[in-house]
């Protein structure tokens, strides 16, 4: 029997699991990646802790990049409840133009989801289809370009293999769909039931510190709390040390260990969240400089083109101005103060 066979046997027999499962439905187009669709559902279906489901935008049968057909479970719109929604890439959506079918799905099925996540050029997917709006992606480093183009106010990180923001995931690379299916059980069920797939979500990977969560130590805890609260204070590495009474050596090694970070870049990746916040707001890019604690324009430009590609000035141009009350809230917050609170 042929593996293509074999993977749909095992999609039709997740449809008969029970209701209460939690649902990842899967949607994909013509010239999807057939290993992809593998990786991403057989870890998942395989342990029974979710209904795992395959969809395509009108509920055809799709052809994959190597031309194989494969048989998908419904349309977008019939998929029922769904807890979580992946979006792989595919079809002209790799260029960043969905079919309009393509997009109305995209657009449906993450609007019923709880949680929301973009395999590699999934990504470009939902950011065609107007969903990435201030968020923060992962991908790969060719595809950088054509997301600022599609969303110039979409924070890309390149070069990192899983990013989360909020109740969204993406992931970027060779084993992308089976970071995912790592990361999805991580949050679920915990790092060691992810370890068990063989791909941990934090086995060999780069992540995006200030979404990650991460159970760290409590000096780390104490001084990340400390940077969020007030990024304007001065942190350079002795200072940081010293609040904890630790060498800078050691405070390295436990920013490493605990954030996959230096602790300049943590205080960096602060500084930007809360300028960036700041501009949505409507605060001029000088206040907003001072205020997040880069002390000068210079500063303040550089991490914003490093980031997003574009100066504070242009992005604040592009982005319209949130409410007062949507700018008042930080956008997303780092941490929870629960996250970090360092038990007592």
Same mark, same amino acid.
């Given at each position: ?8 046997? /095992?999609?039709? /027999? ?48 799709? =052809?994959?990049?190597? @031309?194989?057909?494969? *048989? ?16 792989? @890439? ?7 133009? %969905?079919?309009?079918? *393509? ?6 099925? $993450? ?17 065609? $289809? ?5 968020? /923060? ?25 899983? $990013? ?18 790592? =990361?999805?059980? $991580? ?46 204070? %001065? &942190? ?70 490093? /980031?997003?590609?574009?100066? %504070?000035?242009? &992005? ?29």
């Amino acid at each position: 029997m042929s593996p293509i066979c074999l993977l749909n046997q /095992r999609m039709d /027999r997740s449809s008969l699991v029970a209701d209460e499962l939690p649902r990842i439905a899967l949607l994909v187009v013509d010239g999807v990646s057939l290993l992809d669709i593998a990786s991403a559902t057989e870890p998942l279906a395989e342990r029974g802790s979710y209904d795992v489901v395959v969809c395509s935008p009108d509920g055809e049968d799709i =052809t994959t990049r190597s @031309g194989l057909p494969f *048989h998908v479970s419904s349309s977008a719109h019939g998929a029922g409840r769904v807890d979580t929604a992946v979006v792989l @890439g595919g079809g002209p959506a790799l260029d960043g133009n %969905p079919t309009a079918a *393509h997009a109305s799905a995209v657009r449906h099925i $993450a609007g019923r989801a709880r949680r929301l996540a973009g395999v590699d050029a999934g990504t470009i997917v939902l950011s065609a $289809a107007g969903l990435l709006r201030g968020r /923060r992606v992962t991908a790969r480093q060719e595809h950088v370009g054509l997301l600022r183009n599609l969303q110039p106010s979409t924070e890309v990180l390149p070069g990192t293999r899983v $990013a989360t923001d909020g109740n969204l995931i993406t992931t970027a690379g060779e084993d992308a769909a089976k970071v995912l299916a790592a =990361t999805l059980v $991580a949050q679920d069920q915990g790092e060691e039931q992810a370890r068990a797939l063989g791909a941990a979500a934090q086995d060999g990977g780069q992540y995006d510190p200030r979404t990650m969560p991460a159970t760290v130590n409590p000096m780390v805890r104490r001084l990340t709390q400390q940077i969020i609260a007030d990024p304007t204070a %001065p &942190y350079s590495l002795a200072d940081l040390a010293a609040k904890v009474a630790v060498s800078p050596r050691h405070l390295s090694r436990l920013f490493r260990e605990a954030l996959h970070t230096t602790p300049a870049k943590f205080v960096e990746q602060v500084r930007f969240d809360t300028a960036r916040s700041l501009l949505d707001g409507g605060m001029s890019v000088t206040d907003s400089a001072f205020m997040s604690g880069f002390g000068s324009l210079e500063a303040q430009r550089r991490a914003f083109v490093s /980031r997003l590609g574009v100066s %504070p000035r242009v &992005y604040q141009r592009r982005v319209p101005c949130f409410p007062p009350a949507e700018a008042s809230r930080p956008l997303p917050p780092p941490y929870s103060s629960r996250d970090l609170a360092v038990p007592g």
